[in-house]
């Protein structure tokens, strides 16, 4: 009687082909993650995100200060788009150009160059939501870089529109 | 090679993938008037585009009109374009008509974009009165969908999901 006996013992070659599968699919998620984290960190230090949350300051509260009788008001700018501003802006604001760019960042310096580093200052945009802004963030950094000392940032979560006017917080109008 | 191939396609697809879900705005949406005759006429306007033509919004009456204001600078805004091309080749023979209005300071940068990333519809630089006269654009994107009689039969606040936009488009074709 002839018995064939097949003994299966592991085949080393597709156990090497399994780990180096494994590997290249570790490698693959690795990079993956690292592509998408350096996206997102690039996009977040351009935007309001990495503005440090004890200078933001509430709608609600720039409302009271604004209305209050008392006390002298900060130097509020809008930093964003000139067309916002003139549709609707806080009443004793300025427009000081659009902080995303160049030009807009010298439009802020010249406004600013002459006052006391100590000034209270607020600057707001509402262009897009709070985490796309890319105006907010820029003009932040330049007021920081001149030496200011007292700056605040409006934290709007949406846009001027939703958080600010159909809230029914005081508006004005133009240029 | 090939290989290397998938691998930097997978790589792509994740970042992609991951940029996507974590994309934290949102859209809201407000709907016309269901019957046609009830819904508000658009404000008629008229601009001189990037190109240097005029652009009348009453000229394109009988055409789905997709009309959205935007800016080079917005994030939102900026992803939405390529989707918007695709679209308007997508629905130009069936009459679509897709208009944007950039709300940018200057016209050189909505220039550049547009050549950029070869939009193939009108784009006119804004102004506060239209902003105005579409009930104030306080924030980007919004986008109205016009029904061929010019009345606005929804409007786009931030942005919106293409799918849904697309199935409107559709049913107003």
Redo the contacts between chains.
């Keep these: 009687m002839n018995h064939s006996v097949v003994v299966r013992t592991p085949n080393l070659g597709s156990i090497k082909a399994m780990r180096k599968l494994v590997d290249r699919f570790r490698l693959m998620i690795t990079a993956g993650l690292l592509v998408t984290s350096c996206a997102f960190t690039a996009r977040a230090q351009q935007t309001g995100s990495s503005i440090p949350s004890d200078v933001l300051i509430q709608p609600e509260e720039l409302v009271r200060i604004v209305q209050s009788a008392k006390g002298p008001k900060p130097l509020m700018l809008q930093v964003g788009s000139n067309v916002l501003y003139a549709q609707a802006h806080i009443p004793g604001s300025e427009y000081a150009g659009a902080a995303a760019n160049e030009s807009g960042r010298q439009q802020l310096r010249k406004r600013v160059e002459n006052l006391p580093r100590n000034k209270p200052i607020v600057i707001y945009c509402g262009c897009c939501p709070w985490s796309h802004c890319p105006n907010v963030n820029p003009a932040y950094q330049e007021l920081r870089g001149m030496g200011f000392t007292n700056v605040r940032v409006l934290y709007i979560a949406n846009n001027f529109g939703a958080d600010w006017v159909d809230k029914g917080f005081p508006i004005a109008k133009g240029e | 090679m090939k290989?290397k191939v998938l691998?930097l396609a997978?790589?792509?697809?994740?970042?992609v993938a991951?940029?996507r879900a974590?994309r934290?705005?949102a859209w809201v949406t407000v709907h016309g008037a269901k019957s046609a005759e009830n819904r508000r006429l658009a404000p008629d306007f008229s601009l001189t585009d990037v190109s240097r033509h005029k652009l009348t919004l009453s000229s394109y009456r009988g055409k789905v009109i997709l009309l959205d204001f935007w800016?080079t600078?917005?994030?939102?805004c900026r992803e939405e374009i390529p989707r918007f091309v695709e679209l308007q080749n997508k629905y130009r023979d069936r009459g679509l008509q897709i208009i944007g209005i950039s709300?940018?300071?200057t016209p050189e940068?909505v220039r550049d974009f547009y050549r950029q990333f070869k939009m193939n519809y009108p784009v006119a630089l804004?102004?506060?009165k239209i902003?105005?006269l579409y009930g104030?654009?306080?924030?980007?994107p919004i986008a109205f969908l016009i029904d061929r009689e010019g009345r606005i039969y929804s409007k786009h606040?931030?942005a919106i999901e293409i799918s849904v936009l697309e199935n409107e488009i559709k049913a107003l074709l």
């Design positions: 290989n691998l997978m790589i792509v697809a994740l970042a991951g940029e974590t934290d705005w800016a600078w917005c994030d939102p709300m940018d300071d940068p804004g102004n506060a902003g105005e104030g654009v306080l924030g980007l606040i931030g």
